[in-house]
Nanobody
């Protein structure tokens, strides 16, 4: 059974930091890319960051570039999202998702979209207070 389980969300003040974790199981982790998405109330789900387990390449949305860092631990089948200098507009439910095609030449990380992912976690809430 495929599972993606997010953890690490919570309430933090603006300027603070959080580290999200995504634990993956039930599929060959090394053959997939993992993406972090977020969905704020009343807004569409958007891609935040992605990493290829095959070659370690990464992608960041402009809104988080320089503040968020994605990393992967193949031994633990886990992906992390270190979020620094958090802003109130980062408030959202954060989801991790896996895609076997993402990160390949015909599906670059920078094109990650909700509909291109194969598996999803249930999300973890991040709330940034001003």
């Amino acid at each position: 059974e495929v599972q993606l389980v997010e953890s690490g969300g919570g309430l933090v003040q603006a300027g603070g930091s959080l580290r999200l974790s995504c634990a993956a199981s039930g599929f060959t982790f090394a053959e997939y890319a993992i993406g972090w998405f977020r969905q704020a109330p009343g807004k569409e789900r958007e891609g935040v960051s992605g990493i290829s387990s095959r070659d370690g390449s990464t992608y960041y949305a402009d809104s988080v570039k320089g503040r968020f860092t994605i990393s992967s631990d193949g031994a633990r089948n886990a992906v992390y999202l270190q979020m620094n200098s958090l802003k109130p507009e980062d408030t959202a439910v954060y989801y991790c998702a896996a895609s076997q095609s993402l990160g390949r030449p015909w599906h670059p990380l920078a094109t990650m979209r909700e509909y291109g992912m194969d598996y999803w976690g249930k999300g973890t809430l991040v709330t940034v207070s001003s």
